[in-house]
């Protein structure tokens, strides 16, 4: 894969509950200047199935846009597959160097029916994809081997992005798929300790919205097994636990009071749970805002 390190699933920011371009610009532009090299709009941690079509073309049109030296991952973020080629295909026109392609989700499906998803894609697309397991959110775990036997065919399956805090899932994805070209991005910051065992070197994290470059240290860290990347590791789950709720509204909230987006807004049904610490605020004025000056 081009891109080693960290890939940040970007936070969709609203303002008065249209998507705020403008804080989009600014948020991908600090991300560049941290050292972040790939995001990915249309996450889950975006948001990605709570904005229409017409808002994930804008979106993700401003984020290439915006884009400095940063690859841009879109993703389709929708079960229906004439929908998804569409997408991808938009995407790929517009300069989109992979696109993120989630499992169906909703209704529970075989492996096979999953693999014919993945098939009919790739039969139709030849921008590089990355498939995206995230069990949690979708209600479907296909084995690694439904990936495994794709990617004898298709060289455009590029990786497998597995968000899960299951270590015995993650393990499995990092076996099976061992030598196969396919690279394994684990989307759980909390695994990444078990990763680096693998000689994992990209990953997709949430939280790295806020904290890049300490998201960066931990990856590189771990992988090498340094003491500096334990550090950064237990620096990020002090962060998470300062965060007022899950991906993505603690995650706004902290970059609103940073300054680097005008507002908190989630869109519903999401919501806040509670108060962000002062720790994320903090991590964001440094990492992103130099210190505040």
């Excluded at 995407?91 to 499992?103: F, H, I």
């Excluded at 455009?156 to 993650?170: C, G, I, R, S």
């Excluded at 396919?182 to 990953?203: I, M, W």
């Amino acid at each position: 894969m081009a891109v080693k390190g960290v890939v940040v699933p970007l936070i969709t920011p609203y303002r008065d509950g249209e998507v705020d371009l403008e804080s989009v610009k600014r948020h991908v532009d600090l991300l560049a200047r941290a050292g972040i090299r790939a995001v990915f709009p249309v996450s889950t941690t975006g948001e990605g199935i709570l904005l229409s079509g017409s808002e994930k073309v804008s979106l993700v049109e401003t984020v290439i846009e915006s884009a400095r030296n940063v690859e841009v991952w879109p993703g389709t973020a929708d079960p229906v597959l004439e929908r998804t080629v569409g997408l991808a295909r938009t995407y790929q026109d517009m300069g989109a160097e992979r696109v993120v392609v989630v499992t169906p989700y909703y209704y529970p499906l075989a492996d096979s029916t999953i693999e014919g998803y993945y098939r009919g894609l790739l039969e139709r697309v030849d921008v590089k994809v990355v498939a995206y397991v995230i069990p949690s959110h979708t209600c479907n775990l296909p084995s690694p081997q439904v990936f495994k036997r794709l990617s004898a065919e298709y060289s455009h399956l590029t990786a497998v992005k597995v968000t899960t805090d299951n270590a015995a899932v993650l393990e499995s994805y990092l076996r099976a798929l061992r030598g196969t070209g396919v690279e394994v991005l684990p989307g759980d910051f909390r695994l990444l300790p078990l990763a680096s065992t693998y000689g994992v070197e990209s990953a997709v994290l949430g939280i790295a919205n806020i904290a890049p470059k300490t998201a960066a240290r931990a990856l590189k860290g771990l992988a090498e097994g340094s003491s500096a990347g334990l550090s950064a590791y237990r620096r990020l789950v002090m962060i998470s636990h300062e965060l007022s709720s899950p991906l993505p509204c603690g995650v706004k909230e902290a970059l609103r009071r940073a300054k680097v987006i005008l507002s908190s807004e989630c869109r519903s049904p999401l919501r806040p749970e509670g108060e962000t610490g002062d720790l994320p605020v903090d991590v964001a004025i440094e990492e992103l805002m130099g210190g505040g000056e």
